[in-house]
């Protein structure tokens, strides 16, 4: 089996459903996380997970160092357009690894590997987003070529120091490994002949996040509101089994479409998680209500995607 791992650099405070991400990752024992942290130790951490103790200080002088850039932008977030040079800042981390990748916090995974199977695991990266690069979950292959791929971004130093986001990881990533993201397939695979970043990717939408500017997999706006996790899968209320769920617009208006309202459901609740929930290997319901326990209806849904 081709291992994974999977590097976050987190500072500040932990959020709140991290106890649900982290339980999330239990289930996927052969799946990798390596956290760089102030944050403290969480309690029962899985072993598959490891924590580096870093302030936000000393990050940003081992990204300066690793990177031979100034890296002096005060605020975490901006580690977003950091991520591609991930594996450079971290080399020393890859041994041993087939593949190693970036993602985010506010997710919660399914069965990873019922997705990212070594059949899949032979692409050069993997995004589980059709037209670009996924910033909540990407994969690139331990070798020299992408572990150095973000330096064929023009002026990737000035992007990566300029105080504001500038969409590296996602826009000009996608650059790099796609061109332009209207390019005909037949083109782009033309392209491939002559330049060698943009060949053997899998670029294949994975439906992971509600409330965003494309379509469900209807071809309408009508989102899934309840999603199901259950000791390591993960459905939702229409059906089906999926890699990941990234609830990013339930938690924030931030980047929230129009369309859906001004606010973000979760910006108005009392409480995001529901105090019956102790016990979380025995699964939960994640809503535009918050985390609360399985409804009756899912377990019907569960035992169907254990006789597939």
């Known amino acids: 089996m081709k291992k994974i791992l999977l ?4 500072f500040g405070q932990w959020p709140e459903w991290f106890p649900f991400y982290l339980e999330s990752c239990r289930w996927n024992p052969s ?24 302030t936000y200080p000393q990050y940003q002088q081992l990204i300066s160092e690793r990177l031979n850039i100034s890296f002096t932008v005060e605020y975490p977030y901006k580690l977003c357009d950091v991520k591609p ?23 919660i995974y399914g069965d990873i590997r019922g997705f990212y199977t070594d059949d899949i695991l032979c692409h050069n990266t993997i995004s589980t987003l059709q037209d670009r690069v996924s910033g909540h ?38 650059r790099v490994l796609k061109g332009y993201r209207l390019l005909p397939s037949a083109l782009l695979k033309l392209w491939g002949l002559i330049d060698p970043y943009k060949r053997h990717h899998l670029f294949k939408e994975r439906f ?26 993960l459905t939702n209320e ?32 009392p409480h995001l998680i529901d105090p019956a929930l102790t016990d979380l290997s025995q699964g939960w319901c994640i809503s535009s209500k918050g985390f609360t326990p399985l409804p009756a209806k899912a377990t019907e849904l569960f035992y169907s995607l254990a006789k597939h």
Not at 7 to 10: G, H, V
Not at 243 to 265: C, E, I, Q, T, V
Request: aromatic fraction near 24%.
């Open 208 to 233: 992971a996040s509600p409330l965003v500017e494309w379509p469900w997999m209807d071809g309408t706006y009508n989102y899934p509101d309840e999603w199901y996790w259950y000791q390591g899968k």
């Open 137 to 174: 979950l990407f994969l690139l292959k331990n070798e020299d070529r992408w572990i150095h791929a973000f330096q064929q971004i023009p002026s990737w130093q000035q992007l990566m120091t300029h105080p504001q986001i500038q969409g590296v990881d996602e826009y000009w990533l996608t």
């Open 238 to 269: 229409f059906g089906g089994e999926f890699l990941y769920l990234h609830f990013m617009n339930w938690k924030s208006s931030k980047y929230l479409p129009k369309r859906f309202g001004d606010k973000a459901a979760w910006e108005t609740l």
């Open 7 to 10: 590097i976050i650099p987190y």
């Open 31 to 54: 799946i990798d996380w390596l956290f760089f942290t102030d944050c403290p130790l969480p309690n029962c951490t899985p072993p598959n997970i490891r924590f580096v103790n870093f």
């Open 85 to 107: 040079a991930y594996g450079l800042i971290h080399h020393e981390y890859l041994a041993g690894y087939d593949y190693f990748g970036f993602g985010d916090l506010d997710v």
